[in-house]
Each structure stands twice: as structure tokens, then as C-alpha cells.
């Protein structure tokens, strides 16, 4: 490794075969594509963690890697450091507008008597997005009295065990509800002495997160959801690999369920038994 200054640092240049390596491992264990522009990235992630853990070299750290004693420990630190988990509350206003709109609506007229409600979000990352998804199921049938006792359950899975403990911690910094409307960061959140803010119990408790691959959903036993957002996850797979896990989570969608992903994510007619919906700006789908 050469220090540049005391704040950027490059580590050892990989040459193609390594870097194929690599990708190859990524792209089997997780889907992930890495393309050829994000080689720096690569070294970087991969320089800071051998840096850690005292490897001097990719060979030795790849093998590291494959170790049985502490290779699947590692495997889950290295996943976090090369997944990204940028994310926030509310973070795309016309995919909580086609919830609060269209599929909410729908959901309850269609079953009036409804006991529960069970949304799902794949890829959840540090928890904002699973949160949100409660606080407007939940603000939706406060306003809607006769169906205010059903209850919300809401699954948050992620392949990143990291981010998953902060979401299951529900804390954040004052920057990170930046975009929590009043009402919904009054309702929901409590101020701590230290500036942060906690998720309160009521809806804490509505939400749990497990980790999961997205790869790998044939070992993931679900029950059908009402409502799935997989959002800025599909971004970091091909085309066929998108196709496969839109595949697998029509199959986790209820009849008259509904797939929320994010704008520009899809393929055109993504699958046979999904119908768009239209709305401006949001990319939903009904399951017919
Ligand atoms: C950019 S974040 C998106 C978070 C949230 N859905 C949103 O839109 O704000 C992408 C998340 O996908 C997760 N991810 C990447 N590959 C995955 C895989 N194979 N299985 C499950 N999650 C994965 C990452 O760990 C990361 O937290």
C-alpha cells in the first residue's frame, strides 16, 4: 500500500484475472455485478478490510475467504463493506403516494373485515424504508375507524447482518429523519437527550428484520405478502438475475397483492402475472 496523505490511501492494483476473481466470487454468493469502472472501489473495500485483519495480499485474503473456520464470518463482514445501504425515510415521495393512494385504498375496500395487513421489504438495509412502510399503513387506517384494528406486520430482510442491527436498534441521528414529516416523526419517534431519535415501541414491535440473499429466496419461507417494496436493490444485478428475483417475489405476492420497485428497476412486462399501475413516477404492479 502507498499513503497518498494521511486521509487517502490506494492499495495493491489488481490485474484483470484477480479482479474477475473477485467479481465472479461476488456475483455467485450474492448476484451482484461489479462492473470494471468500480475496480477501485473493489481494491479499496477489500485493502481496508485485509488492512484489519492483518492479510498482506487478494490471494491470501481470497483464501482467508474460503476458510472453514472463519471464512463465513468474514464473508458477512466483507458483504457489508461492499453492499450499498444508502437509504432514508420516505425516500421516494411517488412510490408513498401510489401506497397511500391506490394500493391502501384498495386493500381495504376489497376486504372490509381485513384482521391483518403484511408488507415486506426486500433489500431493507439499515430499516428506513420498513418503518416508513408502517408509519403510512399505520397513519392510513387511523383515518379510516372502522379498520383501525387490523393489525400491520411488516418483514425487513437484508443480506447486510450490520444493517440489520441498526434497524433492529431503531435509532437514528437527527440528519437521518430529515425528511420524517412533523407528524409522522411527532407520532412515531421518540426525542433522546443525546440529539437521536428512537423508533417508538408501538410500531418497534410491528417490524422484524432477517437476514436474507436475495438469490436465494427458494429457502426463504414466507407467508404471501399483501404489499412487497423492493427498491434500489435490482439496480446491482443483470438483467437475468433481475428477471429471476421479480420471479421469486410474484411467487411471495398474494393474488391481488402488490410490487412496488424502484423507478427504472423493472423490465419491460417484469412478469406475466403482473399488471402496472398507473401512476406518475412510481413503478407498481398488482399481481393479477
Ligand atoms: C441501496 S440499499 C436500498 C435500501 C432501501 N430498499 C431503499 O430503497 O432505500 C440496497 C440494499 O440491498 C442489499 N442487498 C444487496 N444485495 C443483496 C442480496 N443479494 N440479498 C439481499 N439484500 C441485498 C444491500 O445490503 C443494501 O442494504
Keep these: 500500500m502507498v499513503a497518498l496523505n494521511s486521509t487517502v490511501a490506494r492499495f495493491e492494483q489488481m490485474d484483470d484475472i484477480q ?30 478490510r485485509m488492512k484489519e485483519i492483518g492479510v498482506h495480499n487478494y490471494a491470501a485474503y481470497y483464501e482467508h475467504l474460503q476458510s472453514e473456520r472463519y471464512g463465513q464470518r468474514e464473508w458477512l463482514t466483507l458483504v457489508d463493506r461492499l453492499t450499498v445501504h444508502e437509504t432514508r425515510f420516505f425516500r421516494h415521495q411517488p412510490s408513498i403516494d401510489v401506497l397511500e393512494q391506490i394500493i391502501l385504498p384498495v386493500l381495504f375496500d376489497s376486504e372490509a373485515d381485513r384482521k391483518n395487513l403484511q408488507m415486506w421489504s426486500a433489500g431493507c438495509s439499515t430499516g428506513e424504508e420498513a418503518y416508513t412502510l408502517g408509519m403510512v399503513a399505520d397513519q392510513f387506517l387511523q383515518k379510516r375507524n372502522s379498520q383501525k384494528n387490523c393489525y400491520i406486520s411488516i418483514i425487513g430482510m437484508d443480506i447486510s447482518v450490520p444493517a440489520l442491527v441498526r434497524a433492529r436498534k431503531a435509532v437514528y441521528n437527527r440528519y437521518k429523519v430529515r425528511y420524517v414529516p412533523d407528524n409522522y416523526l411527532n407520532n412515531y419517534f421518540t426525542a433522546q437527550q443525546d440529539g437521536r431519535y428512537q423508533v417508538k415501541e408501538q410500531l418497534k414491535k410491528r417490524v422484524c428484520f432477517v437476514p436474507f440473499n436475495i438469490i436465494d429466496m427458494k429457502k426463504v419461507l414466507l407467508e404471501p405478502m399483501d404489499i412487497i417494496f423492493c427498491q434500489n436493490v435490482l439496480i446491482y444485478f443483470n438483467r437475468d438475475r433481475r428477471k429471476q428475483i421479480i420471479h421469486q417475489l410474484v411467487r411471495r405476492l398474494k393474488k391481488g397483492g402488490f410490487l412496488v420497485m424502484g423507478a427504472g428497476e423493472a423490465l419491460n412486462n417484469p412478469h406475466p402475472e403482473l399488471k402496472k399501475i398507473d401512476f406518475a413516477n412510481a413503478l407498481a404492479f398488482v399481481k393479477k
Design 19 to 48: 479482479f474477475e476473481r473477485w467479481t465472479d466470487l461476488l456475483e455467485q454468493r450474492t448476484g451482484m455485478h461489479l462492473p470494471r469502472e468500480r475496480r477501485s472501489f473493489l481494491e479499496t473495500s477489500l485493502g481496508l
